[in-house]
């Protein structure tokens, strides 16, 4: 039998609280209010949010019907059920019902203050209205109907966080179109692995891109991604760096200027509740990216209930989450829109010219949330920043961390740093579902090394391997019953096979997620400890590696720290403990001694690396995380090559050198 192990405080012994709401704040928040309205609706005497959330999950036709109700979701066909089909997959969620997202984000035509507010690595900054993004919208929707693009074609993007792809994805949204974008930091080759797989119709594109201070002139590799997507009629170009359009030997060429003129009326595609809105990929990290889908009324419902109920955001705010297209938080960063908040988007490097960039941009565009990986919050406790005294930040109320656990001390640092009245919120989610399942709320404290709780309306848990909930040690992350935005299916994935491979192999008809997680029962906080796929297994306990890598990263001489288990073919483990020091650093015996006794008093003995191997670079996904199971697997023998596409990984030199570790592997 497997022992799990939570390192942390358990129930009576609870971490440090770093921030609490402020109770007059708390009783006007969107959730408050909403709260309120559930009881005077439905006769209900739910008392805060742990109440609010195990309604939510109890009653989902209940709760998802009084979402649609609290934000005037405009359907134009009626229904008579919220829940047809309870199952996963397959749930039918508001059958016989038409909207379209589109039409959601362009009714807030009153809204004070820009629609968009675009800066660029050099500094440049404009604004786009909210009339004018409708007009553009119109405009391109015009465009798109005029090439024959409606209901079942694929509209694609091959883009840098622009205003343009957020235009692009409203217009084809609109015309019933589906849309997909990939990030121009990929080789053409990379862009088709994903895009080609759609048999998209149009493709819609700009010139080229800033990054660390040089232009990247992309126009050959966008006319080589024109040719390997032999299905598309059109492309639409942007001129981003002012560079004459390129020749394409197929489709027509069409400036972005042309196709966003005049001023038509705006019309839209009155689609089906489970209409395909978007296709976003997986990162590739395990074979071919994989497209998942998912649909207008489940994406529309699921963004306005986490980004207002969840964030509080409305049309007083400005959100500002780095990312790029590739990443599904730009999906979720174009949702702030359905709320009638700015969207501010920064198509540039995060650290250039220096890493509190992004705290400036914070402060400049008067953003109200600021988001970041967990990554960036790390290195700006690393080098010390001192955001709010060096930048201000008098307009921000949250910060925000996804894309892996946080480390107990950024929490510390952030409260420092960039004040006690802002709440620093981990949020857990994926790809998948394209948004969370665990986050904050503005009526609950956070706490160190803990997410404050979970997202409403997702009935999550943490199961032990046999089925069974487990509370105050470490689970699977599981979904019990369904979410809308959960995916439509995978794109070219017959009888959803790999579909259900993926998420309900383990326990049928429950969603597997794949993160180790401690659910406590005191205050249904959640503790992530990293991907169960790449859980440590020791003697028959697991361990998490995320707490071993911000042990070893808590050290100054650490900038980075990666820990793997890896199973030997006779039967022996390894345990290496992989870092990255900073500059002018060596691994001495002292300072291997050092992190070793810093590992073993805050975590435990069985936490301690069998080695401590120094790499000059750890290579990570195009989203920041890091690649522990292809590591794993090269370090069992493979070939990088046949565990991992090229295209996945920022630094694929990186990645190759792990080849000659794995014969460092010592007699064990």
Known sequence: MTEHTAVG?????????????????????????????????????LAGYHDLWRWSVSDLAGYWQAVADFYDVRFSAAYDQVLAEERMPGARWFPGSRLNYTDHVLRHQEADGPALVHVTESGERSEISWPELRRQVAALARTLRGLGIGEGDRVVGYLPNTPHAVVAFLAAAAVGATWAVCGQDFAASGAADRLAQLDPAVLVTVDGYEHRGKRFDRRAEVSALAELLPTVRAVVTVPSLGLPTPRFRGPDAVSWADA????????????????PLWVVFTSGTTGKPKGIVHGHGGVLLSHLAQLGLQFDIGPSDRWFWYTTPTWMLWNLNVSVLLLGACLVTYAGDATHPETGRLWQLAEETSATLFGASAGYLAISEKQRLTPRATYGLAALKTVGSTGAPLADSVYHWARQAVGDHVPLVSVTGGTEVVGAFAGGAPTLPVRVGRIPGPVLGVALDAWSEDGRPVRDTVGELVITRPV????????????????RESYFAAYPGVWRHGDWVTFWSDDLTLTVHGRSDATLNRGGVRLGSAEINHAAERLPEIVEAMTLGIEDSDGGYWMPLFVVLSPGEVL????????????????????????????????????????????????????????????AVDDWAALERFTTLRRRSPDR
Do not use: C
Request: hydrophobic share 30%.
């Open 9 to 45: 405080s358990g129930p009576g012994s609870e971490p440090e609280l770093v921030w609490s709401p402020d109770p007059a704040l708390a009783r006007n928040s969107q959730v408050e209010k909403f709260r309120r309205a559930v009881n005077d609706r439905l006769r209900l005497g």
């Open 260 to 275: 966003t003129a005049g001023d038509p009326e705006l019309d839209t595609a009155q689609v089906a509740f489970d209409h």
């Open 484 to 499: 809308p935005s959960m995916p439509l299916r995978f794109w070219d994935d017959p009888g959803d096979q790999r579909y």
């Open 588 to 647: 001495t015996d002292g300072l291997r001694t050092r992190l070793v006794e810093e590992i073993r008093s805050t975590l435990s003995r069985r936490h301690v690396p069998d080695d401590v191997v120094p790499v000059d670079s750890l290579p990570h996904t195009r989203t920041g995380k890091k690649i522990e199971i292809p590591i794993k697997r090269i370090l069992q023998g493979a070939r990088p090559e046949d565990v991992v596409s090229r295209e």
